[in-house]
């Protein structure tokens, strides 16, 4: 998929759908500034996105309008951090949520934010907040040396301090079906809940490893696959959001 595909599938892409399965949730994909990150070597998600609050509210409201509350909880996701979101955007978050009875909300962060939640869950104490980072992998050589996530921290422990739920990153090369095990029992140890993502094709030079995905469908996908706690993201739309 080339620059131009991407960013021209970013107009058409839906944003709200419902996750039936396992946790009961709506999604709703958001647009904010844009990651101000942009370094992980693997991602092109940040280019939804537009340095225009006003513009991004009204887009964000139009979506935002759809939440019914059927669950009582909903997924927030902005192809970046939660922090990269407009006031406006936030506070309407609140009051929709008030409306529709809505008692927890999901939203996402890097690590670099990872000083700043406490006062956002103190922004949002009327509500149960579960935050989840990008970890991708707890192999610090491969996340940092391959991946350029931008955590230093190694300490499980220390980069789940602040956060509820992970995602992880598999079918890259430099994995194996060890590692991918590994991942996936840390990231239950230490967090309430884990999405694991299978690499697809983008506009970036990482590439999917098959052999890689092929392990892991084999031999880790059928015993996590009925997994509460576990979501499984096939492809990057199986939760019914984005391009």
Known sequence: MTFAEVENAFVFMERYSEIKDKL???IVLLRGRGCVYKKCTFCDYHLDCLDNDGENFILNKSVLDRLTGKYGE???INSGSVFEL???TLDYIKMVCREKKIHTIHFEAHYIYDKKIPALREDFKDFTLKMKIGLETFDYDLREGVYKKGISVKDPAVIAENF???????GLEGQSLSSMKRDIELGLEYFERICVNLM???STPVKPDRGVIDEFMRNLYPLYKDDTRVDILVNNTDFGVGA
């Open 164 to 170: 509820d739920e992970a995602n992880f990153l598999f």
């Open 74 to 76: 909903v997924e927030i």
């Open 24 to 26: 009961k949730r709506e």
């Open 200 to 202: 697809c094709g983008n």
């Open 86 to 88: 407009d006031k406006p």
